[in-house]
């Protein structure tokens, strides 16, 4: 008898040996494991090239090493009968033994008795064709009750179990092409048995775009031209090549086609594709995959549905029930190799079903409540060519997307055709904003992103635009991009204007604006309102702004207002409440990084505001280091642009500071026009360095010329703001800017009385609390120089009981230390009490100005004789051109010399330009 075994044992050996890999075994242990279960049934199902033949070959003949009988039924129509299967598994037992008398259809059952000891294994591959109902339930019946019969049977059919192995009420075993994808690990085994030497982590990416589908890392390592990880087109070849070279089948040709269908779809979940199935089964069964049901469920199975980091869907066991198809909320795909020419295969023969397919998906997705299903939802109504839905998704999310999703917004938007934009202006916007975010993220960061240049583009078009549209959103849309096309151009009066008016036109159907757009509209106005200097109406808008915000789509919109008012507040040395807001834009974005990115800056200029309000430097570096170079875009700009020149004030850097920001003002006066705040606070900061540098010459013909434009405009020295228009008005947030540096001015020159003047006409516009306390320090120091002590008593008192030690110190920095000495001495009473010792900073740091520095005024007659000189005219042309005897114009002279501390023509020249008093010189 063992040598019966051992003969038809043998000639099963020679049979299997051909299905094996031709250049040795790569043992699958993992599976072979599983297969070792030896239940009573066992089934795979795979699609063909999952290396299923092979798979069951090397077990087949692990288990004949063991000592068992294993029988190999290569399936085909003919077979599908009890009889014909029968007399085959006789003819195959006497092919190998001919002294075997078994036959009749009881075959298999003298088998099994002959060999009471011996485990006896019929593998049947190609299964799918035995489906005579007699057949199977005689199999099941048979392996019932012959405990040493084990039945394998291997399909290209996706389903897991067959409704009559369930009734069996036996334990089986299932395998699907899930489970036969190779792993990254096992994958190098394989590619060197094919012959082909390949490095980790090629064989590794291999794996990830193929799925680790055997037959597809297969064809793509033997075509010549992929070289690894062919390109999309390479890649379509490919896959055509190996599906040309797959048997044909019904159940494989079914599968292929939901395959492509849900490739069409690009990311998908198993909630989509259920809903798919329930609501277009005409659809799949015109396009012949209705057998291929439930599609998630069957896609997971078969290997081909992957989440996007590579990993297969796990299904539950069907053992214990009902298999679970993938996580609703788990997207999913087709490997990247397979999905493009699946993808384009369906498209190319089901266009309408394709546009069908996109079209539902967009309106499941649009309707699911859930924010990150929104922005699939326009690039399938993109792909269904549903262009009223994707102009009402734009006119809702427009915003979100470009911020949260550029690829996809690109995506989505950026292919729609002209025709579809000519009457949408939504649409047009958005298209324009998706051509611009590639190029915003490639540009040199010192200038202003192209989605700016966009806007900047407008023009008046949405204004008319958003009073022709009846629809909330899509007004408050073109409502935004006018304010926004406004401001980028410079106009921001207009802007401001418009933002007014045309927000009183919704005032009854407010409610009715998606909250991401009444919330932008704030941030867009408040932004408006920090251009043109208004700094507390900015601060109303963005915390409106803020309060509008509810939902994920503007969670970005409230924390980027939270960041610029903690921004504007800072500024304006209310620090405790900045910090505060802060803290809401940094909260609000801890979770998400992408909105981390919106608020970065802001917020870190704000601290670094609060750092300097207690003379920690070194904290106010870390943060400016953070925030960007001073070159970068931001928004709110002229702020960052203050806090540098504050920081170059208290590390005393005065000179290094003003070449930084010379740069950084030219290079965004290059991509925009100058707002009224940037033009104060530019003019403001070159002020203070200057006379931080002892240079209060050339601070004063700058303060000069800003603040007293000429009735016709004057060449502007290179570096320099001039007037905007001849005799324009000069804007109320750039005088109140200037009037701390010019008191600053008068005060080091020396000027005590016309210091007090500018402080106190300062005071009575309601400058801000940082203004306060500087300008009254300035008072403070100015009286007391005079004599007048009871004023100098009474404006350092106000610093004492506005500020706490920390902010003295700083506030304080303005003067030389022997200076506050002084003025600090005259307090009295309880105020005295409270300030801090002599080891306290306040006592030490040094001060950021000169006590003293020279200042340079001429006369009118003098700054005429200086031109002339320049001009190359000598003294005796110089009268009579002016009708002047010699002798006047030559005592004009030697006093302007005096005056410029020199004794030569030359001298005096070089010293005027230096100065500033006749154009700049280039450092």
Same mark, same amino acid.
């Given at each position: 008898?063992?040598?019966?075994?051992?003969?038809?044992?043998?000639?099963?050996?020679r049979?299997?040996?051909?299905?094996?890999?031709?250049?040795?075994?790569?043992?699958?242990?993992?599976?072979?494991?599983?297969?070792?279960?030896?239940?009573?049934?066992?089934?795979?199902?795979?699609?063909?090239?999952?290396?299923?033949?092979?798979l069951?070959?090397d077990?087949?003949?692990?288990?004949?090493?063991?000592?068992?009988?294993v029988?190999?039924?290569?399936?085909?129509?003919?077979?599908?009968?009890?009889?014909?299967?029968? &007399?085959?598994?006789?003819?195959?037992?006497?092919?190998?033994?001919?002294?075997?008398?078994?036959?009749?259809?009881?075959?298999l059952?003298q088998?099994?008795?002959?060999?009471?000891?011996?485990?006896?294994?019929?593998?049947?591959?190609?299964?799918?064709?035995?489906?005579?109902? =007699?057949?199977?339930?005689?199999?099941?019946?048979?392996?019932?009750s012959?405990?040493?019969?084990?039945?394998?049977?291997?399909?290209?059919?996706?389903?897991?179990?067959?409704?009559?192995?369930?009734?069996?009420?036996?334990?089986?075993s299932?395998?699907?092409?899930?489970?036969?994808?190779?792993?990254?690990?096992?994958?190098?085994?394989?590619?060197?048995?094919?012959g082909?030497?390949?490095?980790?982590?090629?064989?590794?990416?291999?794996?990830?775009?193929?799925?680790?589908?055997?037959?597809?890392?297969?064809?793509?390592?033997d075509?010549? /031209?992929?070289?690894?990880?062919?390109?999309?087109?390479?890649?379509?070849?490919?896959?055509?090549?190996?599906?040309?070279?797959?048997?044909?089948?019904?159940?494989?040709?079914?599968?292929?086609? $939901?395959?492509?269908?849900?490739?069409?779809?690009?990311?998908?979940?198993?909630?989509?594709?259920?809903?798919?199935?329930?609501?277009?089964?005409?659809?799949?069964?015109?396009?012949?995959?209705?057998?291929?049901?439930?599609?998630?469920?069957?896609?997971?199975?078969?290997g081909?549905l992957?989440?996007?980091?590579?990993?297969?869907?796990?299904?539950?066991?069907?053992?214990?029930?009902?298999?679970?198809?993938p996580?609703?909320?788990?997207?999913?795909?087709?490997?990247?190799?397979?999905?493009?020419?699946?993808?384009?295969?369906?498209?190319?023969?089901?266009?309408?079903?394709?546009?069908?397919?996109?079209?539902?998906?967009?309106?499941?997705?649009?309707?699911?409540?859930? !924010?990150?299903?929104l922005?699939?939802?326009?690039?399938?109504?993109?792909?269904?060519?549903?262009?009223?839905?994707?102009?009402?998704?734009?006119?809702?999310?427009?915003?979100?997307?470009?911020?949260?999703?550029?690829?996809?917004?690109?995506?989505?938007?950026?292919?729609?055709?002209?025709?579809?934009?000519r009457?949408?202006?939504?649409?047009?916007?958005? /298209?324009?904003?998706?051509?611009?975010?590639p190029?915003?993220?490639?540009?040199?960061?010192?200038?202003?992103?192209?989605?700016?240049?966009?806007?900047?583009?407008?023009g008046? =078009?949405?204004?008319? &635009?958003?009073?022709?549209?009846?629809?909330?959103?899509?007004?408050?849309?073109?409502?935004?991009?006018?304010?926004?096309?406004?401001r980028?151009?410079?106009?921001?009066?207009?802007?401001?204007?418009?933002?007014?008016?045309?927000?009183?036109?919704?005032?009854?159907?407010?409610?009715?604006? =998606?909250?991401?757009?009444?919330?932008?509209?704030?941030?867009?106005?408040?932004?408006?309102?920090?251009?043109?200097?208004?700094?507390?109406?900015?601060?109303?808008?963005?915390?409106?702004?803020?309060?509008?915000?509810?939902?994920?789509p503007?969670?970005?919109?409230?924390?980027?207002?939270?960041?610029?008012?903690?921004?504007?507040?800072?500024?304006?040395?209310r620090?405790?409440v900045?910090?505060?807001?802060?803290?809401?834009a940094?909260?609000? =974005?801890?979770?998400?990084?992408?909105? /981390?990115?919106?608020?970065?800056?802001?917020a870190?200029?704000?601290?670094?505001?609060?750092?300097l309000?207690?003379?920690?430097?070194? $904290?106010?570096?870390d943060?400016l &280091?953070?925030?960007?170079?001073?070159e970068?875009?931001?928004?709110?700009w002229?702020?960052?642009?203050?806090v540098?020149?504050?920081?170059?004030?208290?590390?005393?850097?005065?000179?290094?500071?003003?070449?930084?920001?010379?740069?950084?003002?030219?290079?965004?006066?290059?991509?925009?026009?100058?707002? $009224?705040?940037?033009?104060?606070?530019?003019?403001?900061?070159?002020?203070?360095?200057?006379?931080?540098d002892?240079?209060?010459?050339?601070?004063?013909?700058?303060?000069?010329?800003?603040?007293?434009?000429?009735?016709?405009?004057? !060449?502007?020295?290179?570096?320099?703001?001039? !007037?905007?228009?001849?005799?324009?008005?000069?804007?109320?947030?750039?005088?109140?800017?200037?009037?701390?540096?010019q008191?600053?001015?008068?005060?080091?020159?020396?000027?005590?009385?016309?210091?007090?003047?500018?402080?106190?006409?300062?005071?009575? &516009?309601? !400058?801000?609390?940082?203004?306060?306390?500087?300008?009254?320090?300035?008072?403070?120091?100015?009286?007391?120089?005079?004599?007048?002590?009871?004023?100098?008593?009474?404006?350092?008192?106000?610093?004492?009981?506005?500020?706490?030690p920390?902010?003295?110190?700083?506030?304080?920095?303005?003067?030389?230390?022997?200076?506050?000495?002084?003025?600090?001495d005259?307090?009295?009473?309880?105020?005295?009490?409270?300030?801090?010792?002599?080891h306290?900073p306040?006592?030490?740091?040094?001060?950021?100005?000169?006590?003293?520095?020279?200042?340079?005024?001429?006369?009118?007659r003098?700054?005429?004789?200086?031109?002339?000189l320049?001009?190359g005219?000598?003294?005796a042309e110089?009268?009579?051109?002016?009708?002047?005897?010699?002798?006047?114009?030559?005592?004009q002279?030697?006093?302007?010399?005096?005056?410029?501390?020199?004794?030569t023509?030359?001298?005096?020249? /070089?010293?005027?330009?230096?100065?500033?008093?006749?154009?700049?010189?280039?450092?």
């Amino acid at each position: 008898m063992r040598h019966e075994i051992g003969e038809a044992a043998g000639t099963q050996h020679r049979a299997l040996a051909p299905l094996r890999l031709q250049d040795g075994r790569v043992p699958r242990r993992r599976l072979l494991r599983r297969l070792d279960r030896l239940t009573p049934l066992t089934q795979v199902s795979a699609p063909p090239g999952t290396g299923r033949t092979t798979l069951l070959a090397d077990w087949a003949l692990h288990r004949m090493e063991r000592g068992d009988l294993v029988l190999w039924v290569s399936a085909h129509p003919g077979l599908n009968g009890r009889d014909v299967f029968a &007399q085959h598994i006789a003819d195959l037992v006497r092919a190998a033994d001919p002294v075997e008398q078994i036959h009749g259809p009881d075959a298999l059952a003298q088998l099994c008795a002959a060999r009471p000891d011996t485990r006896v294994i019929v593998v049947v591959d190609d299964s799918q064709h035995l489906t005579d109902p =007699s057949l199977r339930a005689w199999m099941g019946d048979l392996c019932r009750s012959t405990p040493t019969l084990h039945l394998v049977g291997a399909s290209d059919e996706i389903r897991a179990v067959q409704p009559d192995h369930l009734s069996t009420q036996m334990e089986i075993s299932v395998l699907t092409g899930r489970d036969l994808m190779v792993t990254a690990d096992e994958a190098p085994a394989f590619t060197s048995a094919w012959g082909h030497e390949v490095t980790d982590d090629a064989t590794e990416d291999l794996v990830v775009a193929t799925g680790g589908w055997l037959g597809v890392m297969r064809a793509v390592l033997d075509d010549d /031209r992929s070289g690894g990880v062919p390109s999309p087109g390479d890649a379509a070849r490919v896959v055509r090549r190996f599906r040309a070279s797959l048997p044909t089948s019904a159940a494989t040709t079914a599968l292929f086609t $939901a395959a492509g269908a849900v490739s069409l779809l690009g990311r998908v979940t198993s909630d989509v594709l259920e809903h798919l199935e329930r609501t277009l089964p005409a659809l799949w069964r015109e396009i012949g995959a209705d057998t291929v049901s439930p599609v998630a469920e069957a896609l997971a199975d078969s290997g081909l549905l992957r989440t996007e980091d590579g990993e297969t869907v796990d299904v539950c066991d069907r053992v214990a029930g009902p298999g679970a198809a993938p996580g609703a909320g788990t997207p999913v795909a087709v490997p990247a190799i397979l999905r493009l020419a699946l993808a384009h295969d369906f498209m190319t023969a089901h266009p309408d079903e394709a546009r069908l397919l996109h079209a539902e998906t967009a309106a499941y997705l649009e309707g699911t409540g859930c !924010p990150a299903d929104l922005i699939r939802s326009a690039f399938h109504a993109r792909s269904a060519e549903d262009w009223g839905r994707l102009a009402r998704l734009a006119a809702r999310y427009g915003w979100w997307f470009g911020a949260r999703y550029g690829a996809e917004t690109v995506d989505a938007f950026g292919s729609v055709p002209d025709d579809a934009v000519r009457t949408r202006p939504v649409l047009a916007i958005t /298209r324009a904003l998706a051509h611009a975010l590639p190029a915003a993220t490639i540009e040199p960061e010192p200038r202003s992103p192209m989605v700016q240049r966009v806007f900047a583009r407008t023009g008046e =078009s949405p204004v008319q &635009q958003a009073l022709a549209t009846t629809d909330p959103d899509e007004r408050a849309f073109l409502v935004i991009a006018a304010v926004n096309g406004l401001r980028q151009r410079g106009d921001v009066a207009t802007a401001l204007r418009v933002s007014e008016e045309l927000r009183r036109t919704m005032t009854r159907r407010w409610n009715e604006v =998606s909250a991401l757009n009444r919330s932008f509209y704030y941030l867009q106005a408040g932004l408006a309102a920090v251009e043109s200097g208004d700094l507390p109406r900015a601060v109303r808008r963005f915390t409106r702004a803020y309060e509008e915000s509810s939902g994920a789509p503007s969670q970005f919109v409230a924390c980027s207002a939270a960041a610029h008012n903690a921004l504007i507040l800072a500024f304006e040395g209310r620090r405790d409440v900045a910090l505060r807001w802060a803290r809401r834009a940094e909260e609000g =974005s801890a979770d998400e990084p992408w909105i /981390r990115q919106v608020v970065h800056a802001p917020a870190q200029l704000a601290h670094a505001y609060a750092a300097l309000d207690v003379s920690d430097t070194a $904290a106010a570096a870390d943060l400016l &280091q953070e925030a960007g170079a001073l070159e970068d875009f931001l928004e709110a700009w002229p702020l960052k642009l203050d806090v540098h020149a504050r920081f170059g004030l208290a590390v005393g850097t005065p000179v290094a500071t003003l070449d930084d920001i010379e740069r950084a003002a030219a290079t965004h006066r290059a991509d925009r026009p100058a707002s $009224a705040l940037a033009a104060a606070l530019v003019t403001a900061a070159r002020c203070t360095l200057l006379i931080a540098d002892g240079e209060l010459t050339r601070a004063k013909r700058l303060i000069d010329r800003t603040l007293e434009p000429a009735a016709e405009p004057e !060449p502007v020295p290179a570096g320099e703001e001039g !007037p905007a228009a001849a005799g324009a008005e000069v804007p109320a947030v750039v005088r109140s800017a200037l009037a701390e540096a010019q008191a600053r001015l008068w005060l080091t020159a020396g000027r005590c009385t016309q210091a007090r003047h500018v402080v106190s006409s300062a005071l009575s &516009q309601a !400058p801000t609390r940082r203004q306060v306390v500087r300008l009254l320090v300035i008072d403070a120091a100015a009286a007391h120089l005079l004599g007048e002590t009871a004023d100098a008593r009474r404006s350092i008192g106000r610093v004492v009981s506005m500020t706490v030690p920390a902010e003295l110190a700083t506030a304080m920095r303005v003067l030389p230390v022997d200076a506050r000495w002084e003025i600090l001495d005259l307090l009295e009473g309880a105020r005295r009490a409270f300030l801090p010792e002599r080891h306290d900073p306040l006592h030490s740091l040094p001060g950021m100005f000169p006590a003293h520095a020279h200042l340079i005024e001429l006369t009118e007659r003098e700054a005429s004789v200086l031109r002339d000189l320049a001009d190359g005219a000598s003294l005796a042309e110089i009268a009579r051109a002016d009708v002047l005897s010699v002798n006047t114009v030559k005592k004009q002279a030697v006093s302007l010399y005096r005056k410029l501390g020199a004794d030569t023509r030359t001298a005096a020249l /070089r010293i005027a330009y230096e100065q500033g008093l006749l154009g700049h010189i280039e450092p």
